[in-house]
């Protein structure tokens, strides 16, 4: 069994694993095992069937496959399902939350934002895109990256089951596991005031990036630097 922890990347809403291909190949560099998941409500093909309960289980199912300590790493939606499936998780060692929803039982998503579908949410019943022509993705995930680049990473969105959203966390893996928390300053999508206060949640440790919502496409550098040096 090894020290040094293993590198579980979870990605946010309408995402997939291929977001972190940047900061894996550099915490790979430096020598870290990696594992980045894809979640069901996003990708499996009964998707619109699916719920929190789902991508909680993939959280906690991918750490336990994994021999040894693991510090996992969520992003926005993301942090509602590592938050859920990783409580009594023994051997996680830390959680990162990057512009994530880190809840306490009793809250959700849709709550955290307010109650009400953001106007950018395109919901069709069961599944909800992301962006419209007033709003476009462009602009709300990647307003900090080249418009070439920000509309090749919008291409590769897919929708995601509508139900996570309202679904309510019931238990809380920050209360017992160390926290760090990276607030992205520029955040487009998730107001600065609401990343505040989730990152003083569990006494996390807290930096702070002149990004937009996606600081591992834009700052992939400083987003493997935290990461390494996370759990360590």
């Excluded at 959680?95 to 069709?124: H, K, N, Q």
């Excluded at 291409?155 to 089951?161: H, M, P, R, V, Y």
Aim: hydrophobic share 50%.
């Amino acid at each position: 069994m090894s020290n040094t922890p293993t590198i579980l990347l979870v990605h946010g809403a309408w995402h997939g694993a291929w977001c972190w291909d940047a900061v894996r190949a550099l915490l790979e560099a430096k020598g870290r095992t990696v594992v980045a998941i894809d979640l069901p409500t996003v990708h499996a093909p009964n998707k619109a069937q699916l719920d929190l309960a789902d991508d909680a289980k993939a959280v906690r199912d991918a750490v336990d496959a994994i021999d040894g300590p693991v510090v996992v790493v969520a992003h926005s939606y993301g942090g509602v399902p590592t938050t859920q499936g990783l409580a009594g998780a023994a051997n996680v060692a830390h959680v990162v939350y990057i512009a994530a929803f880190a809840l306490d039982a009793g809250e959700s998503l849709l709550g955290a934002v307010g109650g009400v579908p953001p106007t950018w949410w395109m919901i069709d019943g069961a599944l909800t895109t992301a962006g419209n022509p007033a709003e476009p993705a462009e602009s709300l995930f990647f307003n900090d990256l080249p418009a070439d680049v920000a509309a090749a990473n919008v291409a590769k969105l897919l929708s995601q089951a509508t139900k996570p959203f309202s679904d309510v966390v019931t238990e809380v893996a920050w209360k017992a596991i160390p926290s760090t928390y990276v607030i992205t300053e520029r955040d487009a999508i998730f107001p600065l005031f609401a990343q505040e206060a989730l990152s003083g949640r569990a006494g996390s440790t807290v930096h702070r990036f002149d990004t937009g919502h996606s600081p591992f496409l834009s700052q992939p550098e400083a987003t493997a630097a935290i990461i390494d040096a996370a759990g360590r």
